[in-house]
């Protein structure tokens, strides 16, 4: 079991600045890699950058250049940094973990969600 506490968000105006934290609890050593999603209103949920545990990361097109994913082994915890945010940006943001439980000849992955967080950019 894994459990994602999500922090930040907030208001801004465009060209401003917030980072995002999903702190994860539980079965750390499982999970392979952790991504933040978005949803805006009347739009699908999309995925903005993702990390593995081998350190790899890829972006959206949209969000690549302006958003940077990153991790702190120590407090068990990965960052989403966003700079130069515009109104497109304005949307839940959602930390999503997948884990991988494996023994013999048997691989499960399991997906986890945080809640989600607000993210609000005013022209």
């Known amino acids: 079991q894994v459990r994602l506490g999500v922090s930040g968000g907030g208001l801004v105006q465009a060209g401003g600045s917030l980072r995002l934290s999903c702190a994860a609890s539980?079965?750390?050593?499982?999970?392979?890699?952790m991504d933040w999603h978005r949803q805006a209103p009347g739009k699908q949920r999309e995925l903005v950058a993702g990390?593995?545990?081998?350190?790899?990361?890829n972006y959206a097109d949209s969000v690549k250049g302006r958003f940077t994913i990153s991790t702190d082994v120590a407090k068990n915890t990965v960052y989403l940094q966003m700079n130069n945010l515009n109104p497109e940006d304005t949307a839940v943001y959602y930390c999503?973990?997948?884990?991988?439980?494996?023994?013999?000849?048997?691989?499960?992955?399991?997906?986890?969600w945080g809640q989600g967080t607000q993210v609000t950019v005013s022209s």
């Open positions: 999503h973990a997948r884990a991988r439980r494996s023994g013999g000849s048997y691989s499960v992955d399991y997906d986890y």
């Open positions: 539980g079965s750390i050593s499982s999970i392979k890699t």
């Open positions: 990390i593995t545990d081998g350190g790899s990361s």
